[in-house]
């Protein structure tokens, strides 16, 4: 456990250079569009740093916001509260703030920056559809995504991707006015980049994503002492499917399952934030059985 904490917090460090990288690139580019020099590089380093801060201090916040979730107390739902409050306290944390989303599909969600500054988001459909023993199996998956510091990761990320996407698309507009000052193959190069560089911003928020659902799930399972709750629970979801009315592409990693639906074709599949549903359940049935 405390392995994967400190490679966790080694993967936000390389996230956050790959991420000042692109965007430095990106700012070379822009210099050599505007003819500015290297004045490019300096404005995309100074909105590099400023996001990531903001990913960091603010990036759970955005989430939630984005989620359209609502912070609750002990005294508005106890049931709920007491829950993710007892759970906490086995796994050794700090209890997070807890959050309800007004949708009618099972999902959930954790966020922060560590175990002191985390958030808990559930939706109502996950309240209502799910039996005792398997909402604790998704607040114990969430559990330990604070406790293994997924949730850095997966915040900083949020902000990351989209700073990247902006200013590739900022890019794409200004080249076609300024595109004569540049030789043919700088021009070359840094469209070619430009356009590339979006996707590979998406291929790293997809490596960080997948695995972790595995571990959080391995987690819970450990926390609850009682693997088939969790299991039940994805199977709901399976069955369920349904499309969260505030689905938004920039926090669907966050989720415990994708909020667009869990039946996706064969090419959605690959580009998935989520590893398929049915390995999921069956890795955790093989936990039952070992």
Do not use: C
Request: aromatic residues 8%; glycine residues 6%; positive net charge.
């Amino acid at each position: 456990m405390y392995s994967q904490i400190d490679a966790n917090k080694r993967k936000t460090v390389v996230l956050i250079i790959v991420f000042t990288i692109l965007v430095l690139i990106l700012g070379w580019f822009f210099g050599q569009i505007y003819q500015t020099g290297y004045l490019g590089i300096v404005i995309a380093l100074i909105i590099s740093v400023l996001m990531s801060l903001s990913g960091y201090y603010k990036g759970d916040q955005i989430a939630l916001a984005a989620a359209g979730a609502k912070e609750i107390n002990k005294e508005e739902n106890p049931y709920v509260y007491r829950m993710v409050e007892n759970l906490a306290i086995t796994a050794g944390l700090p209890t997070p703030k807890v959050y309800i989303i007004d949708d009618n599909a099972i999902n959930a969600f954790a966020t922060g920056r560590d175990p002191e500054h985390a958030s808990i988001a559930i939706t109502k459909g996950a309240i209502k559809k799910l039996e005792n023993e398997e909402l604790e199996g998704v607040i114990g998956h969430e559990l330990s995504h604070i406790k293994n510091y997924d949730i850095r990761l997966m915040t900083i990320v949020i902000v990351l991707v989209g700073t990247i996407s902006l200013i590739a698309d900022i890019a794409l507009h200004t080249r076609t006015r300024r595109n004569e000052k540049l030789s043919g193959i700088i021009f070359l190069i840094g469209i070619f980049f430009i356009i590339l560089s979006p996707f590979i911003a998406q291929l790293i928020k997809l490596a960080i994503s997948r695995k972790r659902e595995f571990l959080a799930d391995a987690d819970s399972a450990l926390l609850t002492r009682y693997p088939e709750g969790l299991a039940r629970a994805l199977e709901k979801i399976a069955m369920d499917d349904i499309k969260m009315e505030r689905a938004n592409t920039a926090i669907a990693h966050l989720y415990i399952a994708s909020p667009f639906g869990t039946k996706k074709k064969f090419f959605a599949k690959m580009f998935s934030t989520h590893p398929p549903i049915e390995e999921r359940i069956k890795a955790l049935r093989n936990m039952i059985g070992s």
